[in-house]
């Protein structure tokens, strides 16, 4: 089973409407999570993280976390042409282990 | 502060020939880390660092790879020889060792290994 699973997408979701981008993980012992963005050709950049259950709000950002389930989700409100990226859901227990990523498009 | 520091930005090589890539990590971040990116394994941890000292080592792929970080400003990964499936984009990340862990990427260096 793969530590950290994401689903590659494309998600496509129309500007203004809310994009939820979902990541499932393995390992019960992980501490932190986080949602990173890279936009294609470039690095990837930290958007959020989150180490408690819960919901944690950034700006039009927020991410939910659910350490029973095992799940990690991310919204973004209002979506705009400039969120179009992929986002990378990453999970640390002693190394930080990332998914491969869901690429989204946002339709203007 | 520049960020983290990549170089070569673009590798072209032949198969067989070394490849050395070079990152220089934020000043006062203590973790470094190597990454592989490729369209069919995604983002993957090769080894990452703790005050100089190798930590974890058991995503380097292969004897081929090796990376040494002989000082806190300075760290290297090594391919001899390179194969074609060597070819990705290599991603060096620092982060401080206490907090909140979050990694600061380099630009990265496209390797292709023709």
């Known amino acids: 089973q793969k530590e950290v699973e994401q689903n590659s997408g494309p998600l496509s979701v129309p500007e203004g409407a809310i994009a939820s981008l979902n990541c499932t993980y393995s390992?019960?012992?992980?501490?932190?999570f986080f949602w990173y963005r890279q936009y294609s050709g470039k690095s990837p950049e930290l958007i959020m993280s989150i180490y408690s259950n819960g919901d944690k709000e950034d700006g039009r950002f927020t991410a939910q976390l659910n350490k029973a389930s095992q799940y990690v989700s991310l919204l973004i409100r209002d979506s705009q042409p400039s969120d179009s990226a992929t986002y990378l859901c990453a999970v640390m227990r002693d190394k930080i282990i990332f998914g491969k990523g869901t690429r989204l498009h946002i339709l203007p | 502060d520049a960020g983290v520091i990549q170089s070569p930005r673009h590798e072209v090589t032949e198969m067989g020939q070394e490849v050395t890539l070079r990152c220089k990590p934020i000043s006062g971040h203590n973790s470094l880390f190597w990454y592989r990116q490729t369209m069919m394994r995604g983002l993957e941890l090769l080894i990452y660092?703790?005050?100089?000292?190798?930590?974890?080592d058991s995503g380097m792929p292969e004897d081929r790879f090796s990376a040494k970080m002989p000082n806190a400003s300075f760290s290297t990964l090594k391919i001899q020889p390179s194969e074609p499936r060597d070819s990705a984009v290599y991603f060096c990340?620092?982060?401080?060792?206490?907090?909140?862990?979050?990694?600061?990427f380099g630009a990265g260096s496209r390797l292709t290994v023709l």
């Open positions: 660092f703790n005050n100089n000292v190798p930590i974890d």
């Open positions: 990340a620092s982060s401080p060792l206490s907090g909140a862990n979050v990694l600061t």
């Open positions: 390992d019960r012992g992980s501490q932190s």
